[in-house]
């Protein structure tokens, strides 16, 4: 086993911190073209399309819509035994009732809905339950018992 001395140590540590200052220095140079990229977005770009960017808590929810329960069923019966992606539900809600609806607003329902085994999720898709799967998506159970329909 060949033993390494000291100044082979030294000399191998001083080539790496070498190489290191040497990323740095490139790393810091691109820091510092970012930063006169973004001042320049900043300068040049509208105040109205800076400020309109997705609002990621979305919309509230408009008066007189469906359940989330009923819109979701819906949606799922209209794109039949295929069923739709999570993102794809919230897309057709979002454009039949609820406009402005984020994806974070909804998508947890669907889970939830899938939890309780009032939606099947086959890969990345969900889907009604059949007749012969337990449950319905009609209603939600407390709304069925209480006899109100808005979640």
Do not use: C
Request: glycine residues 8%.
């Amino acid at each position: 086993m060949k033993k390494i001395m000291p100044e082979d140590q030294t000399k191998h540590l001083r080539k790496r911190l070498s190489e290191i200052e040497g990323q740095i220095a490139v790393l810091q140079d691109e820091a510092q073209e970012i930063g006169i990229a973004l001042r320049v977005i900043e300068k040049y770009t509208p105040p109205e399309v800076r400020t309109s960017a997705v609002d990621v808590k979305g919309k509230p929810r408009p008066e007189g819509i469906p359940t989330i329960s009923e819109m979701v069923a819906f949606v799922l019966r209209e794109a039949g035994n295929e069923g739709l992606t999570a993102g794809q539900i919230v897309e057709r809600v979002r454009l039949r009732y609820w406009p402005g609806l984020a994806n974070q607003q909804f998508q947890p329902s669907l889970y939830r809905f899938k939890k309780e085994g009032r939606l099947i999720k086959s890969g990345n898709r969900f889907r009604l339950p059949s007749t012969s799967d337990q449950g319905t998506m009609e209603l939600e159970p407390e709304v069925a018992a209480s006899g109100s329909n808005r979640v």
